[in-house]
């Protein structure tokens, strides 16, 4: 397994506003993600964070909206733009090293007023 | 798109019963994994399930892949309190194997009173 580590683990935040997420691993890994959980609901995935390339996002999720940075192969930043009520979720983190399976940090609990 | 339907979605039991969960898709997986999550915390996985057929056992739980890899089932025996919380099964999609990118179902949410 890989600890996980996101800052902050929760934040209300002014609509129109934005707020960066980080996310830390212990070790080195090849493959970085980032999911959205709304409330009561499960996981979707948004985007994969590349080290050294753009992210590669899923259908309904946009760069100008998810900006995600991945400098080296222990850190990953996702922020959320020009926020709404809507984008009240759990974002996380995850990691997947040598396998199918996926860790998790802890996530970060967003409320938009 | 490979869809997971989990079922059911809420669960609400007394301590000492026995209960079943069950993760169905129409598209074939390389791997499904378990994973419970409790409030203010991220999924922890719980088990992965690899070969059609095969049957893990983790103490009280018991988790099974269907011989096609499109579903597989979590059993829990004389469930107790500790077990409360939201159970996810996740899919590897076809073709992306060593990558961690998954498929959630809805996820089912256990209450386990004592």
């Known amino acids: 397994s890989a600890v996980i580590s996101q800052k902050p683990s929760r934040d209300i935040c002014q609509r129109g506003t934005s707020l960066t997420i980080q996310c830390q691993v212990d070790?080195?890994?090849?493959?970085m993600f980032w999911y959205r959980q709304q409330p009561g609901q499960s996981l979707t995935l948004i985007a994969t964070a590349n080290q050294g390339s753009e992210a590669t996002y899923e259908s309904g999720f946009v760069i100008d909206k998810f900006p995600i940075s991945r400098p080296n192969l222990t850190f990953s930043t996702l922020t959320v733009s020009n926020m709404s009520p809507e984008d009240s979720s759990i974002y996380l983190c995850?990691?997947?090293?040598?396998?199918?399976?996926?860790?998790f940090g802890q996530g970060t609990r967003l409320t938009v007023v | 798109t490979q869809l997971l339907e989990q079922s059911p979605q809420f669960l609400s039991i007394q301590e000492g019963e026995n209960l079943t969960v069950y993760c169905n898709s129409s598209?074939?997986?390389?791997?499904l994994q378990w994973y419970r999550q409790e409030p203010g915390e991220g999924p922890v996985l719980l088990v992965t399930v690899v070969t059609g057929g095969e049957v893990k056992k983790l103490k009280r739980l018991t988790f099974q892949f269907g011989d096609a890899r499109k579903d597989s089932s979590l059993h829990i025996t004389a469930a107790q309190p500790g077990d409360t919380g939201l159970y996810l099964c996740?899919?590897?999609?076809?073709?992306?194997?060593?990558?961690?990118?998954?498929?959630f179902g809805q996820g089912t949410t256990l209450q386990v009173k004592p």
């Open positions: 996740a899919g590897a999609k076809m073709g992306s194997s060593n990558t961690g990118k998954l498929i």
């Open positions: 070790s080195q890994v090849t493959m």
């Open positions: 598209s074939v997986f390389s791997s």
């Open positions: 995850s990691v997947g090293r040598g396998t199918t399976e996926a860790f």
